[in-house]
């Protein structure tokens, strides 16, 4: 559905060369939400736009429902564009139009028949939860519900994709559970593909199957949020579940870091471990979280002098239990 291979972008300001994207591939079935996340500086915005080929990317191709944007012209450029809908942070909406006309917008873009503009512009409305509001102007709407207007405008021309901006950087974090629960609404009833960039970790975890970690130009990491949840090396699980400190680990001669899924459960294991192997296992940090209904936890274990680890690790493999050795 959305392929990009190995895509580069090196700026050039005077004699000095600046790699943004230094050879990033993904690959997004159809109908997947798929994040970017990444620290300022790792080349988000730089992939928004050369997904787009808003900027020409210096090597690589994107590719968009079987269409390879990078090898079009401007023109046929334009016309493959309305594949992708846009939804930016900043919504920009026209101030002088109200919510309807400016989910019109693009269909005026477009020439589309007004009789059949409005029967459309009123299905956006109610699909983003906002049918009694068409004629409102911008600044009577909420932030949250700006950002509804902006995802409907982006779905006007009908898109396979939706490429998803830092949508809820600027809104708070009830809204922005409810603009990510549209989101993904959206996603199951129109079947769109989404690519959402951000650089909070929660926003994956909340709204995403699938997710690339960009770091430097660089994806450092790739694959199912519910595996980077579970792989207790991965920075994205360290991201998505902080460990809250339960109680030092002064005492603990090897401290072990632990991720768990669904029925295996962290205190339950621990018993298992104290009985089993008559050892001093004490939860030094842990935390607990639920991704699309299902639990993932992280704990930190210390073990007292002489506990076997090789057995105990291979213990914990044995009950599917990920486990890396901290010291
Ligand atoms: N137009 C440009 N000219 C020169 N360098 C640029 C340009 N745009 C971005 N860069 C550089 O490319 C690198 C990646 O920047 P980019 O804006 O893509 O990162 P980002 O992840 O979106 O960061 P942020 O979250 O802060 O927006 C940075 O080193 C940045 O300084």
Redesign the pocket.
């Known amino acids: 559905m959305i392929t990009v291979q190995d895509l580069r972008k090196v ?1 050039r ?1 005077g004699s000095r060369e ?1 790699p ?1 994207l230094r050879g990033v591939s993904l690959h997004i079935p159809r109908g997947e939400i798929h994040g970017v996340v ?10 928004v736009r050369c997904l787009t080929v808003v900027e020409r990317p210096t090597s690589g191709s994107v590719t968009v429902d079987g269409k390879e944007l990078t090898a079009l012209g401007e023109r046929e450029l334009r016309t493959a564009r309305r594949s992708i809908g846009m939804v930016f942070q900043n919504v920009n909406l026209l101030d002088n139009r109200t919510a309807a006309q400016n989910v019109a917008h693009p269909l005026e873009l477009a020439r589309v028949p007004r009789e059949r503009r409005k029967e459309r512009v009123a299905e956006l409305l109610e699909l983003v939860g906002l049918g009694d509001r068409g004629a409102a102007y911008p600044s009577q709407l909420s932030g949250g519900q700006r950002q509804r207007i902006g995802i409907a405008r982006a779905l006007a021309a009908e898109p396979s994709v939706l490429l998803c901006d830092e949508p809820t950087s600027a809104l708070d974090a009830r809204t922005t559970h409810s603009i990510l629960q549209l989101i993904r609404d959206v996603r199951d009833r129109l079947g769109v593909t989404v690519i959402l960039i951000t ?1 909070e970790p929660a926003v994956v975890k909340e709204a995403c199957d699938s997710v690339s970690r ?1 770091h430097d ?1 660089r994806i450092v990491q790739q694959g199912p949020v519910a595996e980077a949840l579970t792989a207790p090396e991965s920075e994205l699980a360290h991201d998505l579940l902080p460990l809250v400190t339960a109680a030092s680990d002064a005492h603990a001669e090897d401290v072990v870091d632990i991720t768990f899924s669904g029925d295996a459960k962290g205190t339950e294991l621990l018993s298992q471990l104290a009985r089993r192997f008559d050892v001093d296992a004490r939860i030094v940090a842990a935390t607990v979280e639920t991704h699309r209904g299902r639990q993932y936890g992280r704990m930190r274990l210390g073990f007292g002098p002489g506990a076997p680890m090789p057995q105990i690790l291979e213990f914990l493999a044995g009950n599917g239990v990920a486990a890396e050795v901290v010291r």
Not at 38 to 47: F, Q
């Open positions: 700026y300001l600046i943004a990444g620290p300022s500086g790792a080349g988000k915005s730089t992939l650089h960009l130009g």
